[in-house]
């Protein structure tokens, strides 16, 4: 199996900039896409930000402009920074992942979640 832990998160004021990171460990042999989701109380969860194993980058429009989601490759880590954050975008990020385990084992993977906290 793959593990995914994040980190980065935390109380900020609105206007503030936050950057979280999501390191996978494993027996990985590849990870094609990675991505932040987020989940608010009481709404679905959501997806933030994607980015896939040749750096193309999708983002929710409500984000565009404002958060920069990027990857190291050579260290299976996803990050996610976060500026000029408002209230709204309060809720707990996700990280996930999707590539192979050795053997040529697929896997997704979800971390544990980062609470992201935006005061105004």
């Known amino acids: 199996q793959a593990q995914l832990v994040e980190s980065g998160g935390g109380l900020v004021q609105a206007g503030g900039s936050l950057r979280l990171s999501c390191a996978a460990s494993g027996s990985i042999v590849s990870i094609n896409a990675m991505g932040w989701y987020r989940q608010a109380p009481g709404k679905r969860r959501e997806l933030v930000a994607g980015?896939?194993?040749?750096?193309?980058?999708n983002y929710a429009d409500s984000v565009k402009g404002r958060f920069t989601i990027s990857r190291d490759t050579a260290k299976n880590t996803v990050y996610l920074q976060m500026n000029s954050l408002k209230p709204e975008d309060t809720a707990v990020y996700f990280c996930n992942a999707a590539g192979f385990l050795r053997d040529g084992i697929p896997f997704g993977s979800w971390g544990q979640g980062t609470q992201v906290t935006v005061s105004s």
């Open positions: 980015i896939s194993s040749g750096g193309r980058t």
